[in-house]
């Protein structure tokens, strides 16, 4: 005979709208606390909720859900940090260091949008910490990463997880299927205090200032240890948006943020004209000290989407925003000695050793003089006493010399005649001089490998610049083409390199033969050849063998390429050990994508459109895609506006489409396009 339940046994079903009560009612304290600074119930009730939940999901973990607020701190730690592409690049922001900068970068606004009215600003402190972007998918935390070279940041989901000011389920129900937040994680003050003086306790390191604190916590792999640290967040802008709309205004999108839960600066303010962003800076100057947290500065956006679409982009920072510095810190110090060093093209420049000195947050030891023509106008000699500049993160530099300090003692600094490190003559263009040993040179060989394997080149995992230095000094390697036959037996006998980390080397080099022609130029580390450049010579000629075959005259015809950068490039490639190392590279292995000629002779058919990805794509990745369009001649944007010419719409595309259509904006489906690349045979 089976004996029913007791009646004080509570049902599976109660239990589940217990537990959905108690994540309500933490995530409402939580936002009170951390976005609204006004909580209404102590901390023992808090934790009081938190241990019944605990509780609750220990004894069914089937009601376990990744967003509850028990699910912060992650499991066994990691290995290493995976990597994530921004779908939209989180660019950097132009600096203005003055009054006149500022008013500058006014008068530039209001000449590209021809108008004479008084511009809308919206003004937010500059925040001394570590960029991040975070993805949000029908309202729940789906990840995170760095910021990182702009394009791919380290995946730090993990420890984002565990700052409790950075809700796991947005608030409400009215934000977009899919919104990227992008924001400032810091360590406040006080935080950064309690810190430093638990690790003075414990006989451990201290941290210099709270961002290098806030930088080392988020790479932590452990995310355990990630839990303990004091961070916390502001969130500054949308990145993603899809399936949903957000106000046309930035300070409106913040505002809006507010009420999904997500942490704001309380000291936005939106302004109008010039002269009140300076009054709003001198304010923020005043305060600064007060403030509970380290700031470097301003940031002005114009508060108006629709102009900064109008705006635009130049290079890799936006036109409608610009960073307010606010003055270096500088410090006194003493000028022990001089040393040359040769960099990656041969440029031999003056670099300052000095008595440490502890200035902008950070302890210097030496500081760039950048040529013979700065030390003469700094009239600069060794043992003076000096001023140390240093602006936020910028090389520390000399700004000027104490002279009334100067002693009987100093002595002149003089340009050494011959290559500090491979001895062999030196030629003086215009401020700068430069070594002439070329790869014979050691110094521009470990400047050139390293250049070569960096991430925007091609990405080698697993060789850093020590171990650069390593196989150059050991002769292992003379030029970058000697990487490709380096063997797991050579490397594992380098210092620190044991046989699993000369596999993944080894292995590392294998996956980067595989490149695209963009980076592979990139890579070859030609005079003033960057990124944009490289990409524009790649969907130009489109084969390597007509680029080292143009002459100047053609390479001019290549979009921002003048008459400097195209002497460079023919240069280059007339050079025979340069032909030589790139010959050696195929012969290796490397390789692209060779890319056939459009059918009609037009090799970029769509040269001088602008387009636009959005959704999902089944055949292709989107970073693929927006290769594809390039090579073809387009000019890939992350936001639609009256100058789109196209909209390329996979799978769950939202706002953007629905902003095309609105606009007039062409429209092709994924399969509209298959069809046009095969028209033209691409």
């Not at 309500?24 to 901390?43: A, F, K, S, T």
């Amino acid at each position: 005979m089976s004996i029913p339940p007791s009646s004080d046994t509570p049902s599976l079903e109660s239990i589940e709208q217990e537990v959905q009560q108690l994540r309500e009612q933490l995530n409402r304290h939580n936002h009170r606390y951390y976005v609204l600074d006004e909580p209404e119930v102590p901390d023992s009730e808090y934790d009081r909720l938190f241990t019944r939940l605990k509780q609750l999901e220990k004894e069914h973990p089937d009601l376990v859900t990744t967003d509850s607020p028990t699910q912060r701190v992650g499991g066994a730690p990691l290995k290493a940090f995976g990597q994530i592409r921004h779908e939209l690049p989180m660019l950097s922001l132009d600096n203005a260091f003055d009054a006149e900068d500022q008013a500058d970068f006014n008068r530039r606004i209001k000449e590209r949008l021809k108008t004479s009215d008084d511009i809308e600003y919206a003004c937010e402190t500059k925040l001394d910490g570590i960029a991040v972007s975070l993805l949000y998918e029908n309202g729940l935390f789906i990840r995170a990463a760095t910021r990182g070279d702009g394009t791919t940041g380290e995946d730090i989901t993990q420890n984002i997880r565990t700052i409790e000011s950075i809700p796991l389920r947005l608030l409400g129900n009215d934000w977009p299927q899919r919104l990227e937040v992008r924001g400032e994680v810091y360590m406040p003050k006080a935080g950064f205090e309690r810190l430093n003086k638990q690790a003075i306790a414990k006989d451990e390191k201290v941290f210099v200032n709270p961002r290098n604190a806030a930088a080392g916590s988020l790479r932590q792999l452990n995310s355990r240890i990630t839990a303990k640290r004091p961070l916390t967040i502001y969130c500054y802008s949308a990145g993603i948006v899809e399936g949903g709309e957000l106000p046309q205004k930035h300070s409106e999108i913040l505002e809006r943020f507010k009420t999904w839960g997500l942490r704001v600066s309380p000291e936005l303010k939106v302004v109008s004209g010039v002269q009140a962003c300076e009054d709003y800076y001198t304010a923020m100057a005043e305060k600064r000290e007060s403030l509970p947290y380290e700031i470097d500065g301003i940031v002005y956006k114009v508060n108006s989407l629709a102009q900064q679409q109008s705006l635009g982009f130049v290079a890799r920072a936006p036109r409608w925003a610009i960073a307010r510095k606010f003055p270096a810190q500088e410090a006194v110090t003493t000028l022990k000695d001089v040393e040359f060093q040769v960099g990656r093209t041969g440029a031999i420049t003056p670099v300052a050793r000095l008595e440490p000195v502890f200035v902008g947050g950070v302890t210097v030891s030496n500081a760039t003089l950048h040529n013979m023509d700065e030390i003469k106008r700094l009239d600069i000699k060794i043992g003076d006493q000096v001023v140390i500049l240093r602006a936020g993160d910028v090389i520390p530099k000399v700004s000027r010399v104490v002279h009334s300090q100067r002693p009987e003692t100093v002595r002149d600094i003089v340009m050494p005649l011959r290559c500090p490190v491979c001895d062999s003559e030196v030629e003086r263009e215009e401020a700068l001089v430069r070594c002439t040993g070329g790869l014979y040179c050691s110094a521009q060989r470990k400047e050139a490998i390293k250049h070569f394997a960096s991430r925007k080149a091609l990405d080698v995992d697993g060789l850093g610049d020590k171990l650069v230095e390593q196989l150059v000094d050991r002769q292992l390697i003379k030029t970058v083409a000697d990487l490709f036959s380096l063997t797991v037996n050579e490397v594992s006998g380098l210092e620190r390199m044991g046989k699993k980390s000369a596999e993944n080397l080894i292995n590392g080099l294998e996956a980067a033969r595989k490149t695209t022609l963009s980076r592979f130029i990139y890579a070859l580390g030609i005079r003033e050849v960057g990124e944009a450049t490289a990409q524009g010579l790649a969907g130009h000629y489109q084969d390597l063998s007509k680029l080292m075959a143009a002459n100047s005259e053609d390479l001019q015809t290549v979009d921002d390429v003048g008459p400097i950068v195209a002497g460079h490039i023919e240069k280059f490639f007339q050079q025979a050990h340069n032909r030589e190392v790139i010959e050696s590279l195929l012969a290796k292995g490397v390789e692209w994508e060779i890319v056939a000629p459009v059918s009609g002779g037009n090799s970029q058919p769509l040269s001088g459109e602008i387009w636009v990805l959005t959704g999902s794509l089944t055949s292709m990745t989107r970073d693929e895609g927006k290769e594809i369009l390039q090579r073809l001649g387009a000019k890939v944007t992350g936001s639609v506006s009256a100058k789109t010419s196209a909209l390329l719409a996979g799978e769950k595309a939202g706002s953007k489409l629905a902003k095309a259509e609105k606009l007039g904006v062409k429209v092709y489906t994924e399969e509209d396009f298959i069809k046009m690349r095969e028209a033209w045979g691409e």
